[in-house]
């Protein structure tokens, strides 16, 4: 088995992993300015996805260019939260060099792809010998449809892990799964941090949101749209706080409704949906919302669009007004400016920030505890690390624990 890595690999984003020039793990973006994709262009006979996240599915659409069909592999909360993102790229980019799809594209995802659930193997074409594979999709505890990926060619067992969490969210319980395998391909986001335990973390967001409003001011809350908006209606349900929610967080909340068997507590997620406000957007709202000492829960998660920029120049020259930064912010981002310095681009001027920005640690993604538990089950297997900015650092470690380990550099291809 030969494994090149078009994405992904000392980096956080674009992931793409290609299995002997024919099964495509992933195809994603990763967000940036301008966006990059993966190093080339593959044609395979199939792809596999493992989550509905813009840096694992985002550039999927593109594999159907001309006259290329392959067939496209994933989760029903996977298949819908693709078509989401796609449009939403389409809506920011258009048909220009900063998209490598348009409309059509999209549209023809409904002709090649195949929906499938947890523990049930499939067939998927090609391979060096023309056997095929046999894929397993198991639950990754990511987010509403994420999974790992067991791909066995009958010699070589490859588990490809995605992005997971070992521990249990509102949204979604922690992975249990750990299936025999050879080799692992294992995402490292936050392999040198340990996670505050989560209700600690639940209970300082909530804390600070109670404390700001109750000094009059207004609380932004920037999320992603997938997982995170979810996760902090379900938080924000259980501490009595009544939230407004804008931007394709709504969609998304409305969609994932639809799968439950996909989350952990359906019924909790309809009720802090219905405490929720859902914002139109119309004459003047958002600006009203930003002088009403409320909570708003919006998109982009790092602030690189969205309604986010509707309500950031409304707050941030009054100190008693807040920033929960609640997510991962990539280098190069504006969140990761303000997180760091405190100031980020508005309206084409960098302007400094006064109101308090905070950070929660609401990570949808196994910590370096959890991937030294999980990856126990395989110490006797090939460790590939890969989706982290210290891929090499942590495989070292991993080496110097007795594992057999390595950080595949971009673009490098590796023999199993």
Not at 344 to 356: D, F, H, L, Q
Request: charged share 25%; proline share 6%; with cysteine.
């Amino acid at each position: 088995m030969e494994i090149e890595f078009l994405g992904g690999a000392r980096e956080v984003g674009r992931s793409a992993v290609l299995v002997d020039g024919s099964l495509l793990l992933d195809y994603g973006i990763l967000t940036a300015d301008p966006p990059q994709y993966p190093i080339r262009d593959p044609e395979p006979d199939a792809v596999v996805v493992s989550h509905g996240h813009l840096d694992h599915v985002g550039a999927v659409p593109a594999l159907l260019k001309g006259d290329r069909r392959p067939a496209i592999h994933w989760t029903p909360p996977t298949a819908d939260l693709a078509r989401v993102l796609a449009r939403d790229t389409l809506k920011l980019h258009g048909n220009g060099p900063l998209c490598p799809f348009g409309e059509e594209h999209v549209a023809r995802i409904g002709e090649v792809e195949e929906r499938h659930g947890y523990g049930e193997p499939f067939p998927v074409a090609g391979g060096i010998g023309s056997g095929g594979y046999e894929v397993t999709l198991h639950s990754a505890g990511h987010i509403p449809g994420s999974a790992h990926v067991l791909v066995d060619d009958g010699d070589t067992r490859l588990l490809y892990t995605g992005d997971f969490h070992t521990d249990d969210q509102r949204l979604v319980a922690g992975t249990t799964a750990r299936p025999d395998a050879d080799v692992v391909i294992c995402e490292s986001t936050y392999a040198d941090v340990t996670h505050e335990d989560r209700a600690a973390v639940e209970e300082g967001w909530a804390e600070r949101v109670r404390t700001t409003i109750w000094e009059g001011g207004t609380v932004v809350a920037p999320a992603f749209a997938i997982g995170r908006t979810q996760e902090l209606l379900l938080v924000a349900d259980a501490h009595d706080l009544a939230p407004y929610v804008d931007g394709m967080g709504k969609e998304v909340t409305r969609l994932l409704q639809r799968h439950p068997a996909f989350l952990r507590d359906p019924e909790a997620l309809r009720r802090a949906t219905g405490a929720a406000r859902f914002v139109t957007g119309r004459d003047g709202q958002r600006e009203r919302i930003a002088a009403d000492n409320a909570l708003v829960v919006t998109t982009s998660g790092m602030l690189a669009g969205g309604p986010v920029h509707s309500y950031l120049p409304e707050i941030r020259t009054n100190p008693t007004n807040a920033v929960t930064l609640t997510g991962y912010q990539v280098e190069g981002t504006p969140g990761r400016e303000l997180q760091d310095h405190g100031r980020m681009e508005m309206n084409g001027r960098v302007r400094p920030v006064s109101a308090r920005v905070s950070s929660h640690d609401f990570s949808a993604h196994v910590d370096r505890d959890g991937l030294e538990s999980f990856l126990e089950s395989y110490r006797g297997s090939e460790v590939l690390v890969t989706h982290g900015d210290r891929c090499e650092s942590f495989a070292e470690d991993l080496r110097e624990d007795g594992f057999e380990a390595s950080a595949p550099a971009l673009g490098e291809r590796v023999e199993v």
